[in-house]
């Protein structure tokens, strides 16, 4: 089971804010999916061939079309930081 710690850590790095309430609920649904998980790892699957796709489906391909639908201030305009027109991140060493 996820406990409420970590319930937290992955709202902050979502930045979302959580009650109490919702992180212990989060924390048991969370839990409930990962067990469902743990049952599929189970699963037999030698001599069974990976798939790409469930059905034969033909692929079809588009033409990219460049398209400016926003403005650089409109992108940057939630960012915790930014320089400029830019996302301002940590620095990587």
């Known amino acids: 089971m996820i406990d409420k710690k970590a319930i937290e850590h992955i709202a902050k790095l979502a930045r979302l804010s959580i009650t109490e309430e919702e992180a212990h609920?989060?924390?048991?649904?969370l839990g409930k999916a990962l067990s469902h998980f743990e049952l599929i790892a189970k699963i037999n699957t030698d001599g069974i061939e990976p798939l790409v796709t469930?059905?034969?489906?033909?692929?079809f391909w588009r033409?990219?079309?460049v398209k400016q639908e926003f403005t650089a201030e409109e992108m940057t305009a939630n960012a915790p930081a930014k320089a400029g027109?830019?996302?301002?991140?940590p620095p990587v060493v």
């Open 25 to 29: 609920e989060y924390s048991a649904q």
């Open 54 to 59: 469930p059905t034969e489906i033909e692929s």
């Open 63 to 65: 033409e990219d079309v």
């Open 85 to 89: 027109n830019l996302f301002k991140v």
